[in-house]
């Protein structure tokens, strides 16, 4: 597989099939395996690019200042496109992902076709009582990444028993995870807000999320109503991340929405 390197790091990529371009972002802490199913279900159709961000799975290292870790990152994705020769893609970011596919538009909005949001949020500032509450109980959730493997596998197991996809995969994730780039980059999404600013993205936006919690569908709606050209989905019987709890749901939206989007023209 291959290595580009830019910025004082190596990123790792995955390059598979041909036709227009689809590149997507996994999320914390996971790695370009969690798209297994999207890159078997589009890569007859489509080229499917599925990078490793700095600080996760094979790529190289996440060091500095918090505040640069989601330019860094959206840096390293603008290069690997020059590098490719490919002008414009449509990106696909799940959880954290969508977070980095938030911030690539807006920072490189001319190398964006068109963009598919799944499971994120525009922002974490909560609105009212209810949902501070909640962001609290995830944020101390957060910290169980500091359990051995070994004692964080029951939580996912008992968490994903209804998705055996997922569960497999963040069992994965969990085995493999860069504990302290992780932290980093959670760091990085709390110091966010992209919600006020998304009202600049022009492209054609999808957003997917999974009906389990009731916050991340509240959370998806407050942001893409923000977005003038976007749609919103909501998938019964899943959770982040929607794309490995029913993935063959998720893949018929995405083909769907691709199907739409004008590539000829901006």
């Not at 068109?114 to 525009?122: F, L, N, R, V």
């Not at 004692?151 to 996809?165: D, E, G, H, V």
Request: hydrophobic share 40%; charged share 20%.
């Amino acid at each position: 597989m291959p290595y580009y390197n830019t910025n004082q790091t190596a990123i790792f990529y995955t390059d598979t099939g041909r036709g227009r371009p689809i590149l997507f972002i996994h999320g914390l802490g996971a790695s370009s395996a969690m798209f297994e199913p999207q890159v078997a279900a589009f890569r007859t159709g489509y080229r499917v690019l599925c990078p490793d961000l700095r600080g996760s799975g094979q790529s190289g290292r996440l060091t500095g200042p918090i505040a640069t870790i989601l330019d860094r990152q959206c840096d390293d994705i603008a290069d690997l496109l020059d590098y490719l020769e490919l002008k414009q893609v449509v990106l696909c970011g799940v959880s954290y992902g969508g977070v980095v596919t938030y911030h690539f538009a807006l920072r490189h909005p001319d190398k964006v076709r068109a963009i598919i949001i799944t499971d994120s949020a525009g922002d974490t500032d909560p609105t009212s009582l209810k949902e501070r509450l909640i962001w609290i109980s995830l944020c101390t959730a957060f910290w169980l990444i500091a359990l051995p493997a070994r004692l964080l596998q029951p939580i996912i197991r008992a968490q994903y028993r209804r998705w055996p996809l997922a569960c497999a995969q963040m069992l994965r994730i969990v085995g493999h995870l860069r504990k302290k780039e992780a932290v980093l980059q959670h760091f990085a999404i709390l110091r966010t807000n992209h919600t006020r600013q998304l009202a600049r993205i022009h492209c054609p936006a999808l957003g997917i999320v999974g009906n389990t919690l009731a916050i991340s569908l509240k959370l998806m709606q407050r942001a893409m109503q923000k977005i003038a050209r976007s749609e919103l989905y909501v998938i019964t019987n899943a959770v982040d991340p929607t794309n490995l709890c029913q993935p063959a749901n998720f893949n018929r939206l995405v083909q769907q929405f691709l199907h739409k989007i004008n590539w000829t023209s901006r």
